[in-house]
């Protein structure tokens, strides 16, 4: 990656945009982007399901799963009650590094990275949760713990280039 990608992204990145839940995030062009009526999915060619404890649901492994929660109106949540109630939900949760507090556009925002298992298996993960308004939003790119080295920057990239609004 030259200066100027580290600068402005990565040029040949897809940029995928939901106007109607006020978001946009990019991805490698070759990776699969599937949508759901509140929650988006990416993933490269070789990615397999595994079952999210948090979601309840098969989430693309490796991959980035992104939802939107609409809270009742006049209502906030604060996006590190998000963080700690991951403990109670996750085998093993654990906050590897703090990447930042700001997603742009959001209100509020943590960025981060962390380790979790599902039936014996590790896995790994960069968040970003961000709130704008009564609206919630979710983004972890995930991957088995043994890959995840590999896949950070382009992890890490993803979430950079979330953004609110």
């Known amino acids: 990656m030259g200066f100027l990608d580290k600068l402005f992204g990565p040029k040949d990145w897809t940029t995928h945009a939901r106007e109607k839940e006020g978001y946009r995030i990019a991805c490698p062009p070759d990776w699969t982007i599937r949508e759901g009526s509140a929650s988006l999915s990416i993933h490269p060619p070789t990615a397999v399901t595994v079952i999210d404890p948090e979601l309840g649901a098969e989430i693309p492994v490796p991959g980035i799963c ?23 939900i996750y085998q093993e949760y654990r906050v590897t590094d703090h990447v930042s507090n700001e997603v742009p556009g959001a209100d509020r925002a943590v960025v981060y990275e962390f380790g979790f298992t599902v039936e014996g298996n590790a896995f790994r993960a960069v968040s970003a949760i961000a709130g704008k308004g009564n609206r919630l939003y979710d983004v972890k790119a995930c991957s088995r713990a043994d890959e995840f080295d590999a896949l950070r920057k382009t992890f890490r990239q993803a979430i950079k280039e979330f953004k609110v609004g």
Do not use: C, F, H, Y
């Open 66 to 88: 992104m939802a939107v929660r609409v809270l009742p109106e006049g209502e906030t949540q604060d996006v590190k009650e998000i963080l700690r109630g991951r403990s109670n």
